[in-house]
């Protein structure tokens, strides 16, 4: 089976920057994935990392590190609307299982 | 371009009811999965299908069926509601590939009481 461990909130200013970590087991592995979730709203894809390293997109960068079943995504320039939930997912055969989730709240 | 189209937005059922939700993508998708949500939790996995007449069980697809005749459509079946169905359920599809996102439709928020 698969389990994702990551913090359950994280409060911010605007402008600061959030370090989002997530840990994973899985009895296989593919890549892992962030998603955005707004309350009430549709999760939304952010990004995928299948190799080590780090993948930049905007004010949102993502970070695996397969050999320590590790990976973090990075929001800079906190901005309001980023006040939401990022879930960590690993893909095993075309399959994501998701993390419990973080929620993010940025404050004026 | 619709995307994933969930029907209906809410539903309230009494124990022991059933109910379709209804599912459908216009992206041309192999691949289709329903998830439930809890209060403050991630999603689980009910079912998924890796193409029209294929589907194969996720990790909690206890009280759940599915079916998947074309592919378009995926359309979750709960056939006698109870109090731990309670939640909101998130369809997605996607290409099939590694790195290939899932498009998730609104979700479908239920209650059984």
């Known amino acids: 089976g698969q389990s994702l461990e990551q913090p359950s909130e994280v409060t911010a200013v605007e402008g600061a920057i959030v370090q989002i970590n997530c840990t994973y087991q899985?009895?296989?592995?593919?890549?892992l994935s962030w998603y955005q979730q707004h309350d009430g709203g549709a999760p939304t894809f952010l990004s995928y990392n299948a190799l080590d390293g780090l993948e930049e997109t905007g004010r949102f960068s993502s970070f695996l590190s397969r050999s320590d079943s590790y990976g973090y995504l990075l929001l800079q320039e906190l901005q309001m609307k980023d006040s939401a939930s990022y879930f960590c997912?690993?893909?095993?055969?075309?399959?994501?299982?998701f993390g419990a989730g973080t929620t993010v709240t940025v404050r004026a | 371009n619709a995307g994933v189209t969930q029907t209906p937005k809410f539903r309230i059922l009494k124990i022991g009811q059933s109910m379709t939700l209804q599912c459908a993508q216009d992206?041309?998708?192999?691949?289709m999965y329903w998830y439930r949500q809890d209060p403050g939790m991630g999603l689980k996995l009910i079912y998924y299908s890796v193409g029209a007449g294929i589907t194969d069980k996720g990790e909690v697809p206890n009280g759940y069926n599915v079916s998947r005749s074309t592919t378009e459509d995926f359309p979750l079946r709960l056939e006698l509601a109870a109090p731990s169905q309670t939640s909101v359920y998130f369809c997605a599809s996607s290409l099939g590939t590694d790195n290939s996102p899932l498009h998730f439709g609104n979700g479908t928020r239920l209650t059984v009481t």
């Open positions: 992206m041309n998708h192999n691949y």
């Open positions: 997912a690993v893909s095993n055969d075309y399959k994501l299982s």
């Open positions: 899985t009895s296989g592995f593919y890549g």
